[in-house]
């Protein structure tokens, strides 16, 4: 007999809630059109194979000999050449000003020496700001210099040897961005809807007075939380199914696993993102406040769930923090989900630490929330 | 001229005892880049290592076992798991508990012996792009070494003649804290000025200012100035934190780093100051803040990925982020030791873009209500 009001102040705590977050038409499109794009460029923009490497060729021996070396060195793409200069310090100058990231410098008398048998001399320099991009360029130059037999050991080929270790990529072959990136995607995009928007809009109510106006209504604490959070919720299952379709249409992100277990794994995720979103409102008394204490639980949450770089190769006292952070276990299933075809057995693991996560989240909140009010 | 700047004063200080009114925000404020900065640098690492890493030995020879054995001592893998066959594989994946799986196939040691090739396989997880094309290049080199019987290292250290300038030992940290500093920057400058108009908008008290002769210049200028010390200060911090902490060289001049910071500062003060002039509420300011400056920033600036990768239309687009054209004068100025006069190129940038920023925030901001 009790449950008909309760629902009934429910429903209309969502209705203003959402009348008000939809009022303001720039609001709803913000939060559409951020993560679509983010989607787009990261789509585009991530090649993590690192090629076409600007170089600068310095060719001070030019003979049919050095001009043959420096075309075999761009055949495959991982260099690309940018320019031809005269002399090493020329060559210097493009790395310093960041319009090459590799020079190759084939010195006088490199015929000569090669004529000679005597093992000639190239000098390759590699740009290290770019630690990344370094380590691939010195690797592939190294293998190149050997294979030609210039300026080694000995001069001498190296043996060959007769064991290979073939590599293989499972689950997303071709190493396809977006196909990684997605659930990384999703996952910031959800924190951001429900985190960041939940604790600047309750801290907003508490700004300009509205919270008191509600709490002299006969509705409950807990009916308003649920009332406020539900329909973020709603938003954020709309932004998953989105980005899903999206994904899929543009980038052929694939989808192998239940629709069930996606369904549950965004839920659990959304239960915890809500509860701090919550939390950090309960702890400001300004939307300045919320907004910096918002972003900073997301921008640490964003960088240890392992979405930009892997979690095996954090320092290991960092990595038992990253359990904490739900971001990374909603990764996780989304990527075994959407990749390998995981079920709900496999991420048994992910889904139990998310729902003891969001359970404990919520509860402080809403004991924070409540103590709060009274 | 006069007015102007007593009426610029008078915003600037309404401005600063708002700030100051709110030590907690000041607090977050200046204690949020400092963690960004320490998670950054302590815990992200660009150099993929300890990658679990499970292994089926079908051989169960001496040959096998050294090629496990070399695969891990090498430091790029950790041995997680032994599994039986390789129908387990497809589970240890799917649960995530590994990222590569090494088959060393049956006979691998007898082939060997005949000089035959002989073929073990490492499969990897391409879920997470990054590991797994560090694995793979990793892998190949290791295997290489260990079957011509050299130290397991030597064919990934640098040949006799590859030089690396600038960053000899190739410390990501270097790449990676620059990177985070104009991606701090970026996103606290911006963030700190998209609530000042709007929370001005939400809370009625424009009107009150529209009231007083000030103009929108001087509105604009004034409520920039404050966030401007504060910004700097962050930026010191950052600076000298970063150089401490993880022994960020300064190779150049002082004067140059600190031209081309205030000028990103700036531009990116300017930014949330549009932002916030177009929202009037701090929520979808905060919002757009995050889409015009920090975003583009964070994916286009070739902090993350590099620019050269991209297709053609996106690196048009990146010519349109100051963050890029501040990471490279940093970079430069940091690791090369490069002077005004190589990055002058990049300081005119910043300097337009500052300029553009802030005139049309004047511009948009429009002296009415609603």
Known sequence: MKIVPIFLSLLNVMKKELSQALRDRRMVSTLIIAPVLQLVIFGYAIDLEVDRIPTVVCDQDETPASRNLAQAFFADRTFRRVADVADADAAQNTLETGDSATAVVIPRGFALQLARREAPQVQIIVDGTDATRAQVAMNAASQFLLLHGIGGDSGARPALATASLAPRVIYNQRLKSPVYMLPGVLATLLLNVTAIVTAMGMARERETGTLEQILVTPIRPAVLLAGKCLPYTLFGFVDVLAILILGNLIFDVPFHGSLAVVALGSFLYLFSTLGIGILIATLSSSQQQAMLGAFGFVLPAMLLSGFMSPISSMPAWLRPFTMLIPMRHFIEIMRGCLLKGAGITDLAQQLIALTLLGIAILAISVARFRKRLT | ?370
């Not at chain 2, 005892?17 to 815990?43: E, S």
């Not at chain 2, 798991?81 to 390789?86: E, F, H, K, Q, R």
């Not at chain 2, 015009?292 to 286009?300: G, H, I, K, Q, R």
Request: hydrophobic share 55%; net charge positive.
């Open chain 2, 1 to 370: 001229m006069r007015r102007f700047f007593r009426r610029t004063k008078a915003i600037a200080h309404k401005e600063v005892l708002h700030i100051v009114r709110d030590a907690r925000a000041v607090y977050l404020a200046l204690g949020l880049p400092v963690v960004m900065l320490m998670l950054f640098g302590y815990g992200i690492s660009q150099d993929v290592d300890h990658i679990p890493l499970a292994i089926v030995d079908q051989d169960r020879t001496p040959a096998s076992r050294h090629l496990s054995t070399s695969l891990v001592a090498a430091g790029d893998f950790v041995r997680e798991a032994d599994l039986v066959s390789p129908d387990d594989v497809e589970a240890a994946f799917r649960r995530g508990s590994v990222k590569a799986v090494l088959v060393i196939p049956f006979g691998y040691q007898r082939n060997l012996a005949r000089g035959a090739a002989s073929q073990a396989q490492l499969l990897v997880d391409g879920s997470d792009g990054t590991t797994a094309t560090i694995a793979m290049g990793d892998a190949a080199g290791i295997a290489q070494a260990t079957a011509s019987g050299r130290a397991v290292r030597a064919s990934l250290s640098a040949g006799p003649r590859v030089r690396v300038r600038f960053n000899p030992a190739m410390v990501s940290t270097y790449n990676m804290v620059s990177g985070v500093i104009v991606l701090i920057l970026s996103m606290v400058a911006s963030l700190l000025t998209a609530l000042t108009v709007s929370r001005e908008w939400e809370r009625g008290s424009m009107e009150q200012l529209f009231a007083t002769p000030v103009t929108r210049a001087e509105i604009i200028i004034g409520k920039l100035i404050p966030y401007a010390g504060l910004g700097f200060v962050q930026t010191l911090l950052v600076l000298t934190l970063g150089s401490y902490m993880f022994e960020l060289p300064i190779r150049g001049s002082l004067v140059t780093l600190f031209t081309c910071s205030t000028l990103f500062l700036l531009a990116m003060l300017g930014m949330g100051l549009l932002a916030s002039v177009i929202a009037k509420s701090q929520l979808v300011a905060v919002q757009f803040a995050m889409l015009l400056s920090y975003m583009p920033v964070a994916m286009l600036s070739g902090f993350m990925f590099p620019i050269e990768n991209m297709p053609w239309w996106l690196q048009g687009l990146s010519m349109a982020v100051p963050g890029r054209y501040y990471l490279t004068a940093l970079r430069g100025v940091l690791l090369k030791g490069n002077g005004l006069h190589v990055v002058l190129g990049n300081v005119v940038a910043l300097v337009i873009f500052a300029a553009a920023v802030l005139a049309l925030a004047v511009r948009r901001f429009h002296r009415r209500l609603m």
